[in-house]
Each structure stands twice: as structure tokens, then as C-alpha cells.
């Protein structure tokens, strides 16, 4: 079964003041017990992206941070990003673009 699915809906029926969670966050949210539970989440996520990206809407993924870091999602999300020609190739640029776009994926997904 795919997490894809689940995932999208908790992100969209998370409350946006509680936005964004961490990978580990949205796997308790969703059951998963390990071994490789953040791995799950970040391939759902991957899926989530490459939806969004042909549907020419807001990546949701933004929506799901690495607990590590500046509040940024993990490598992994930028790399995918810049390959589905969304982002700037130039990481000086990603993090701005990075906090346009979860603003977007907020008023796009979020119900609550």
C-alpha cells in the first residue's frame, strides 16, 4: 500500500498553525513502525511531489520538515525540486523559494 495517499490527507487535515511537522511527526501521525520509517515517509513524499509537479500545483511536501537544520526539508526534497524544474539549481536560492512555495501549498491543500 501506498503511504502517498494517507500522507497527503494528514498534511491537508493538519491545522496550519501546527505546520510544518517533521518526517518523524508525520510517521507517528501515520502508524509506521520502524525499521526505515522516515525513508516511507520521504518516498511518499517524493510521490506527492512528482503529483503535484504534473498538476502544476504546490508541492504539499513542504509541508513536512527535517527535525535537523534550519526548519528546511531534508536534501533529498531540493534535489527532486530543482529535477522537476521547480526550483533553482543554485542552493543560495532554494531556501527562499522553499518558503514562497510552502506558503502556496498552504493556501492550496490546508482545510483547517
Known amino acids: 500500500m501506498t ?3 494517507p500522507l497527503r ?3 491537508a487535515s ?17 502508524g509506521l513502525s520502524p525499521p526505515r520509517t522516515i525513508q516511507r515517509v520521504a518516498q511518499a513524499l517524493e ?3 512528482r503529483e503535484d509537479a504534473a498538476a502544476q500545483k ?6 513536512v520538515i527535517s ?6 526539508p531534508a536534501a533529498g526534497f531540493f534535489e527532486l525540486a530543482v529535477e ?3 526550483y533553482p539549481a543554485s542552493p543560495s536560492q532554494q531556501e527562499a523559494f522553499y518558503y514562497s512555495e510552502r ?6 491543500w490546508c482545510r483547517c
Open 9 to 11: 490527507e494528514l498534511l
Open 58 to 63: 504546490p508541492f504539499i511536501a513542504t509541508l
Open 67 to 72: 527535525r535537523s537544520g534550519k526548519g528546511l
Open 84 to 86: 522537476l524544474g521547480r
Open 47 to 49: 510521490q506527492l511531489m
Open 3 to 5: 503511504l502517498a495517499s
Open 14 to 30: 493538519t491545522p496550519s498553525s501546527a505546520l510544518p511537522i517533521t518526517y518523524q511527526q508525520a510517521a507517528n501521525a501515520l
Open 103 to 108: 506558503q502556496q501549498a498552504i493556501n492550496e
